[in-house]
């Protein structure tokens, strides 16, 4: 090893980096999204003709299988998977490599509460411009209302989160109790099931931002309305109130468990009773049946309790689709991808493992509305699940800032849900924190 | 730069007065250059980019960037949200460095004082947990922290009463301290053990012919043959305290709201930088928060070298 | 210099070891929670208590399972921790033992501001300094590659500190200067007289190198995006992580199997090269 020559090596890497450095805090570029762009197909088909490589960022349990069997139908195009983390970590590095311009990938798994974000600092491609436009009348009004940012299409809807009620039926059976209706008749279930047995719970809720959005969705709020640069923010208007009214019995007279979602104790407390319900989207089956192994047998599901206990309306919680990014060299053919993988052959590997679909088509088969689901005690949970992917409340929309607003979430509302009071002073200190970011980013926020 | 090697001064081997030739050797430089290339290439580098960055101001949505001069700086100096992750983690710096190196004190004293039944069992055991990864540490920790299902659950139910929350707002801190000191007190044992070893022998014995017991060689004798290791000690236990940040951010899946973003200034930054794309301010809290460690690292160096020299 | 013992050979004292083993009961505890739960099945860990065994012994499939899950990957990352730590952890060593030596054996201009720099660079929260480190590695096309995490490891600036210590002491200037006289060059002298008795302090550097790459975390999560280059640390994490959302996977007795596997290389090399570090440290108190 000669030092010498190794430094000067190193000397030239070092010379190159703090140039580029140096040049690159100059170029950014805050790009908007377009608004609408439309075209044909013709494009996506004939780069799907000439074949070539694109690389897929994704954590669903399905892409592994999609990948293959997009491969063996195609096989002149080469898809590198890449499971690049799970939700926070994966749009870190989503939001890195378009910060600095180079490594993202041709097409990307985003959430409907991400896609505003990277649609509106202009990552995405506008899928308008293929002529996807067309697909409209394929998915639920509600998920393709998520992937339209602006007046552009920046993605294909996958799957879809229609709320719903999964209780323990077992836990319910034990303390006569009767599934409620309303969320009046919730807050006494909970009330009845925690004097009878203090270790149970109705459910558990530690501050979640998507649950807590979900809510005031269902409850008609419509808190965010984004509109170009302006940006509107009423976290208290009237659904979020009518939610918080309901909600902050619950909080204030710990009826609710405060075991944090998704840790292994929560795992533990689905599987012996401790959680009695769950208010969550339509994809939790899969979730009980693959990690809930003691719960076998004893979940069921009911339609989401409602306010006036007549209507039936839900909201979505969770889901998302699939975008194609504007570094992609091959958007054309990356647009493809996305095509097969939901308006095509790739729906069919994805519902295999368990996925719910946002294809009104397959939601709507009375093969997989009838089936009969052996863990569910061979209840049709389809047919609640379905029916609920109609009544979902139109006309929401996230912030174009959505996963910092749900990273700040615990800041605000979490010290309201830690100190057992009402969730209002968090959901307005929430807000405030929302306002001054967006006006540091640039937007100008109101709020109501 | 006196003072910078000064504390070096009390150490067994100081390098301030390593060259005893006086004449000046340009040929080290073959030596010392490659590393100092690449320490550039990661450490300065990044510094010096950040200074660049802390200059400007960026809106990832509209407006582009923007040069404002020292504003991110005077904002950061009013920043409600820096100071509380600043003097929180000053009050477990306060709390948790002396409990650390106490404790390491003591076991470096008692391995080192012969009178221990099996010192070389005690030595290795206690320095395992330096092998442990943070990451592992702090899942391995935060599975027993569960008060539903975890340890601290069985010992709740032992006592008969939920006494011990480790994950509740009031308690998070002290389990954070608790699983840093778990992870390092071996490792600063060590090294204060290391130091002891080197201690000549015929001080002990000069101490034992004045009549001195245990407690009184430990206090005159041993404590400053080894001052020049604690100070060491205690700079890169200061240094890791103002820089906390694996524990806290991977307990905060299990405690979201005791734990917020801005926990600690070294979440603050990351946050700043991964949630909100706020990256030149993110540059300044991470600068200001470097000029803070480093002044306190060398006041602590300054008294530590003086103290009864 | 080498002796320890107090001269009055003081006898073992039973009351002193009861206090320490309350602390060794405390160091071992978690251990042992983490060594039973590898024992046990995904379903046992949900389900019986954490001190106690679970109703199989599943160590030998959990260990089975972990070598095997989604293809493989597991023994993946552990070869591309071995990747970065004889590469990261042995060029840190590398650089170390000769910056050291020639600090600690030349006296040239700009020797103490060597050590004010490396003093003011380390206070800077590496965490922070991510992003431009990032941003700059992206430029030169080094991200997403083992290089991205090999080039940072290269510099263990305690480790500088703890040969510089040692060379003082370890390395007799007369012994230099008679090379020297003989006609040896600067070089011939470093790698013939100096490294053979630099070699305990060389041991505990790379020893203490390994173990910051092997436990290197934040920077690998930040730079690589491809799980085929992730270490073990970042592995891991993922599989943790997967516990949550849509299409959540959880498979915490793969992450509690895989940290056991992830910590006993570790040990196993702490233990067998004990003679070595320990002798290594006692020249200069560092710390990593």
Redesign the interface.
């Known amino acids: ?1 000669s ?1 010498t020559r190794r430094s000067r090596q190193v000397a030239i ?1 070092l010379a ?2 703090l140039a ?2 140096l040049s ?2 100059s170029s950014g570029d805050g790009g908007t999204a377009a608004g609408g762009t439309t075209g044909t197909q013709d494009a996506v088909d004939a780069a799907l003709r000439e074949g070539g490589e694109i690389t897929y ?1 994704s ?4 892409a592994k299988a999609q990948v293959e069997a997009f491969q063996q139908e195609f096989p002149n195009v080469k898809v590198n998977y ?6 926070n ?1 994966h749009y ?2 989503l939001q ?2 378009v ?5 993202a990938p041709d097409v990307a798994q985003i ?1 409907y509460q991400a896609l505003p974000q990277f649609a509106m600092t202009g990552a995405l491609v506008d899928l308008g411009q293929y002529g996807f436009n067309a697909f409209e009348d394929d998915y639920t009004p509600s998920t393709w209302n998520s992937v339209k940012v602006g007046g552009g299409l920046f993605g294909l809807p996958q ?1 879809s ?1 229609p709320m719903a009620l999964f209780y323990n039926k077992e836990v319910f059976d034990r303390h006569g109790l009767t599934v409620p209706k309303t969320w009046d008749e919730y807050v006494e279930t909970a009330r009845k099931l925690h004097t009878a047995d203090p270790t149970k719970y109705i459910t558990s809720d530690t501050g979640d931002a998507g649950f807590a959005t979900s809510m005031i969705w269902q409850a008609g709020g419509k808190p965010f309305t984004t509109d170009g640069k302006n940006v509107k923010i009423d976290l208290q208007d009237e659904g979020a109130r009518k939610w918080t009214a309901t909600w902050d019995e619950l909080v204030e007279e710990k009826l609710v468990s405060t075991i944090p ?4 104790a929560w ?2 407390a689905l ?2 009773g401790t959680i009695a319900t769950l208010a969550t ?1 339509a ?1 939790m089956p ?2 009980l049946e ?2 809930v ?2 719960g076998a047998g004893k979940w069921a599901v009911a339609p989401l309790p409602t306010y006036d206990g007549k209507t039936p309306v839900t909201a979505e919680n ?3 689709g699939q975008s194609v990014l504007k570094q992609s060299a091959k958007p054309a053919l990356a647009a493809a991808f996305v095509r097969w993988l939901n308006n095509g052959n790739g729906v069919k590997p994805f519902l295999d493992s368990g ?1 719910f679909p946002a294809t009104k088509a397959d939601l709507e088969s009375s093969a997989f509305k009838d089936e009969a689901a052996p863990y569910f005690g061979g209840q049709q949970i389809n047919q609640v699940l379905t029916a609920a992917a109609g009544q979902v409340v139109p006309g929401w929309s996230y912030l174009p800032y959505q996963l910092y607003a749900n990273s700040v979430f615990g800041d605000t509302v979490g010290k309201s849900y830690a100190d057992s009071t009402s969730l209002d002073p968090g959901l307005t200190a929430w807000q405030q924190a929302l306002v001054d970011y967006g006006n540091q980013q640039g937007f100008t926020v109101t709020t109501g | ?2 003072s ?2 000064a504390p ?1 001064r009390s ?6 007065r ?15 250059a ?3 290339v ?2 550039a ?7 010096a ?2 200074l660049w ?1 802390s200059l400007f101001r960026e809106q990832v949505f509209f407006g582009g960037t923007e040069f404002v001069g020292l504003d991110n700086y005077a904002a950061v100096l009013g920043d409600a949200k820096f100071w509380e992750s600043f003097f929180r983690v000053l009050l477990f710096l306060v709390v948790q460095v002396p409990v650390m190196l106490g ?1 390491a004190l003591v ?1 470096a004293l ?1 391995i ?7 010192a070389g069992l ?1 030595r ?14 702090t ?3 935060g ?2 922290y569960g008060d539903t299902f ?2 601290a659950a ?1 010992l709740n139910e032992l006592l008969g009463r939920k006494v011990v929350e480790p994950l509740s707002g009031d308690w998070v801190l002290v389990s954070i301290g608790n699983v840093v000191t ?1 992870e390092f ?4 044992m ?3 053990y ?5 201690v ?2 015929d001080l ?2 000069a101490a ?1 012919i004045d009549g001195a017991g ?1 407690l009184r ?1 430990i206090v005159s004798v041993k404590l400053p043959a ?1 001052r ?2 604690l100070v ?2 205690t700079i ?2 200061i ?1 890791g305290s ?2 906390l ?2 524990e806290p951010n ?1 307990l905060r899946a299990l405690a979201p709201n005791a734990i917020s973003t801005f926990y600690t ?2 979440m603050y ?2 946050n700043l ?2 949630s909100g794309q706020q ?1 030149n301010y ?2 300044t ?3 200001v ?3 803070i ?2 002044v306190i ?1 060398y006041v602590v160096q300054l008294r530590g070298s003086r103290k009864g020299v | ?1 080498a ?12 009351v ?2 009861a ?2 083993a309350v ?2 009961l ?6 042992a ?2 060594l039973i ?1 590898a024992t046990k099945t995904q ?1 046992d ?3 019986t ?3 106690a065994l679970g109703g199989t012994f599943a160590l030998f499939d959990n260990i089975a399972e972990t070598f095997t899950h989604d293809g493989g990957i597991f023994l993946r990352w552990l070869g591309n921790t071995l990747l970065y730590v004889v590469l990261g952890a042995g060029g840190a060593t ?3 033992t ?2 050291g ?9 700009g ?26 590695f ?4 080094l ?2 590659t083992p290089w991205a995490i090999i ?2 490891s ?2 263990s ?1 305690f480790g ?1 500190y703890l040969v ?3 060379a ?2 370890a390395v007799p ?1 007369d012994l230099l200067e008679a090379a020297r006289i003989d006609g040896a060059g ?2 011939r002298i ?1 790698f013939t007289v100096t490294l053979r008795l630099l070699l305990p302090g060389v041991v505990t550097v790379a020893l203490f190198a390994v ?1 910051s790459t ?2 290197n ?2 920077l690998p ?2 730079m690589l ?3 085929d280059w992730y270490p073990l ?1 970042v592995g ?3 599989w ?11 498979i ?1 007795h793969l ?1 509690i199997t895989g ?1 056991v596997i ?2 006993v290389p ?2 196993v090399a ?2 067998l090269l ?1 003679r070595f570090w ?1 002798s290594g ?8």
């Not at chain 2, 007190?185 to 600063?188: A, C, I, K, L």
């Not at chain 3, 030596?101 to 201009?109: D, N, T, V």
């Not at chain 3, 943790?240 to 959880?250: E, W």
């Not at chain 3, 440290?281 to 990593?288: C, E, I, R, Y």
Request: hydrophobic fraction near 50%; proline fraction near 7%.
């Open positions: 090893m030092p890497v190159t980096a580029t450095a690159a805090c960022w954590w669903t349990p399905s890449v499971n690049a983390g799970t939700g970590d870190t590095k890195n490599a910060k600095a311009g180079s490594g959430e799957d989160g979602g998704w840790s292994d795992y533990k599987g012996d989207g994809w899969g979730v693959s990690s192994p003691g969770g889901g998302g996925g | 730069m006196t910078i090697s070096v150490a067994p081997a100081p390098p301030a390593t060259a005893r030739r006086s004449r000046v050797d340009r040929r080290g430089w073959l030596f010392v490659p590393f100092l690449v320490f290439l990661v450490f300065l580098a990044p510094i980019y950040a960055l404790s076991a008692a080192d004082s012969a009178r221990l039944h099996a005690f290795i055991v206690i320095f395992l947990p330096y092998a442990v990864p943070a990451v592992v540490a899942l391995m920790w599975f027993i975890g340890l069985d778990w007190v071996g490792y600063n060590l090294i204060l290391s130091a002891l070893k080197v000549p022998h002990y014995e034992a245990t060689t080894i020049g290791a060491i000690a890169f236990s240094i103002f820089q940040f694996n991977i200034p070294n930054a990351y930088s991964f990256y993110s540059a809290v991470a600068i928060m470097g000029v460690t480093a690292a | 210099m002796t320890t013992r107090s001269p009055l050979r003081p006898r073992k004292s039973r002193l070891t206090v320490m602390y060794l405390y160091t071992l505890v978690p251990l929670w983490l739960s379903q860990l949900l389900s208590s954490g001190l590398v650089l170390a000769a910056a030596y020639g600090l600690a054996k030349y006296r040239f201009r020797r103490r501001a060597v050590f004010a720099v490396l003093l003011g660079a380390i206070a800077i929260p590496g965490t922070a300094l991510a992003v431009p480190t990032f941003l700059m992206s430029n030169l096309g991200t997403n080039i940072p290269l510099v600036p500088l510089w210590t040692y003082v002491e200037d600067e070089l470093f173990v092997w436990n975390y934040f999560l930040i995006s491809e799980p640390t891991l994490n993922q943790s992580a997967q516990a949550s959302g849509v299409g959540a996977q959880p915490y992450v940290a992830t910590i570790l040990v702490f233990l004990q320990q440290l006692t020249a200069g108190s560092v710390k990593q």
